[in-house]
């Protein structure tokens, strides 16, 4: 195996964007960073583990996308500009094909979003990545989750549920029908974090909140951060092609809300700022739909097309439930 170090100094440092607010980037014991003045720091981590979070046969490429991916995403529900990002990778093996593909995954999004990786961490062991992102945000205008009213408004990005389709041809083994199976791989692989929609919608949304759990459930971490109720307009649910063709193969409505992995973000919006809200969406490049309200009551509803009302679950996936 080639040394630690060879093999970052290989794949790594040379790659992302030089940014003017990095006075030394990797290859010391730490980072220095010159934080721009008059910002707060938005910082999140996630980690991705082999088994858990994507398939041992996945595409080097596509795990370096998604694991700076689903940290833009959070940044995103904060409102947040991307700038730094530390990797730690842990790895069974050195192998120059899957790290070459991997970085280059990574770092081209990195680059896309202005995103300069700082340092990190390599160790041997079982397959697994975390990334830290540190974004910006002027003080005191981060989307929170605890700003939602009776009354706001409840938009929804893109076309939540479609990865939860993905995934079910995935699991099942299903072939996908012709023409879909570079669409499925995408909904699973590579989530487009919906960055220059938080940003822009800062100042006018109340709070945010990325759909990593599910529509339900992360609505509801708005709703209970917030201490109110929502009310889902169900027939409003937007649906792609994709799920359409699912739910009329199938039946089963419930992916719409139930589904994961979508980082698509969920706003809330004072009924009073909804015109500039709508104006700024329409210069987004990202499907905008309006879902439903928040209430005072607790708990989260869905209203179906003949008005009736069905309590909602707000639960999502619990890495840890059953556990002692
Ligand atoms: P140390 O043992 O002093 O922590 P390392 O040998 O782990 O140093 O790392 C050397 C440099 O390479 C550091 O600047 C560190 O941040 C960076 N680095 C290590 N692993 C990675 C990685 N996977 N991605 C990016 N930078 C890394
Ligand atoms: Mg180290």
Redesign the pocket.
Known sequence: MTS??GL?EQY??AGGTRRDDVAVG????C?LLRPRAGMELAVTTDTLVEGRHFLPDMDPRDLGYKSLAVSLSDLAATGAEPAWA????TLPEADAAWLGAFSEGLLALAAEHGVQ?V????TRGPLSVTVQLTGYVPQGQALRRNGARPGDLVYVTGTPGDAGVALIFQQRGYKPPPGYGDRLKACLNRPVPRVAAGMALRGIASAAVDISDGLGADLGHVLTASGAGATLELDTLPRSDLMQAYIERTGDTSLMLSAGDAYELCLTVPAQRQADFERVSAGLDCRMTWIGMIDAAPGLRGREADGELVELAMQGYDHFSGDA
């Not at 990797?26 to 014991?29: A, K, L, Q, Y």
Request: hydrophobic share 45%; aromatic share 10%.
């Open positions: 630690e170090f970052i790594f440092s990797i290859g010391d014991d980072a530390t990797l730690a990778l990786l340092g990190g961490d390599t």
